[in-house]
């Protein structure tokens, strides 16, 4: 391997400064990629390196009203989300894709827990009980039978 003159390695790292990528460095200049790595590691400490991957198909604003829509209970599961969704999008989107993007908004999936539903007349006998027993002494409460499972 050849030495790198210090005009290359000064148009090296002004094409790093402005952004390009090793690839793209690579194929303006025909220095491969691995060496243009390399002078960013050992040069440029602290520079700001691409995460990689594909971007992501929902923005910080598609997420914030995806969420929106959880927590204002206008829908209840990603699959509701993405058909609300899908109005506002360019793309079709995956229920799967809505799933974790929820999840990397910090919200977890979870089943609603079923009550059962007091009506004005349960609510009512209850309150006669408790009120038929309101001065009980712990000797009365003594004499109920616990049964258990």
Partial sequence: MKPLTPSQLSHILYLLDSGASAHEISTSTSIHHST???IRSKHRL??????????RLLTS?????????ITSQK???A?????????SLPHSISTKTICRTL??????????????????????????????????TIEDWKRVVLLRP
């Avoid at 699959?79 to 109005?87: I, M």
């Avoid at 609603?112 to 009980?136: C, F, G, I, M, S």
């Fill in 61 to 69: 604003s598609d997420t914030r009203y995806a969420v929106h829509l």
């Fill in 36 to 38: 243009i790595s390399r």
């Fill in 103 to 136: 999840s990397r908004a910090g919200m977890k999936a979870v089943v609603k827990v079923k009550r059962p539903l007091l009506k004005p007349k349960h609510r009512k006998d209850r309150l006669d009980w408790a009120l038929a027993r309101q001065n009980w």
């Fill in 46 to 55: 602290n520079l700001a390196t691409s995460s990689g991957g594909c971007p």
């Fill in 79 to 87: 699959s509701q989300v993405k058909r609300l969704l899908a109005n």
């Fill in 75 to 77: 829908a209840d599961n």
